[in-house]
């Protein structure tokens, strides 16, 4: 059987466990990492490098759309024109701040795998939000 099908088969049928028991996110880290291992082509002495500085990006872009979740709630209350201005520059300092996390990533990861390697590791982030974006859709019946 061919390497990808295997590894597609194995996604899907991960996929389809989400429900079942134990934290959604875990499961779908997991599935993550499976896929952009394979997808990008990572080497085991380039894995060893390559996750703890993947998973640092995660937590900070993480950290940051907590920070987003928050500002819109405030956002959601009646608030005042200069409340409104300062939530404004709140987004936009939270951009910027996304921005920088992800320069300092793709610096930082492109000393661990070559370029070509990085460029296949965004478009592999892609693809699988694109794949956990099907899914989830097809299980709530979406198409």
């Known amino acids: 059987m061919n390497k990808r099908v295997l590894i597609l088969l194995v996604f899907l049928m991960g996929m389809s466990f989400l429900h079942a028991q134990g934290p959604v996110r875990d499961r779908i880290k997991t599935l993550k990492v499976a896929f952009i291992t394979e997808r990008v082509g990572l080497t085991s002495q380039e894995a060893q490098q390559f ?35 300062a939530l404004l520059d709140n987004f936009i300092a939270l951009e910027t701040e996304k921005h920088n996390a992800d320069q300092l990533f793709i610096s930082k990861v492109r000393e661990v795998i070559s370029p070509k390697k990085v460029l296949l590791l965004l478009k592999a982030e892609d693809d699988f939000k694109k794949r956990l974006l099907q899914q989830y859709r097809r299980k709530q019946g979406g198409g």
Do not use: F
């Open 51 to 85: 996750w703890p500085i993947y998973n640092e990006h995660e937590d900070a872009m993480e950290n940051i759309r907590r920070k987003e979740v928050q500002a819109r709630l405030s956002a959601a209350q009646g608030l005042s024109d200069s409340e409104s201005a």
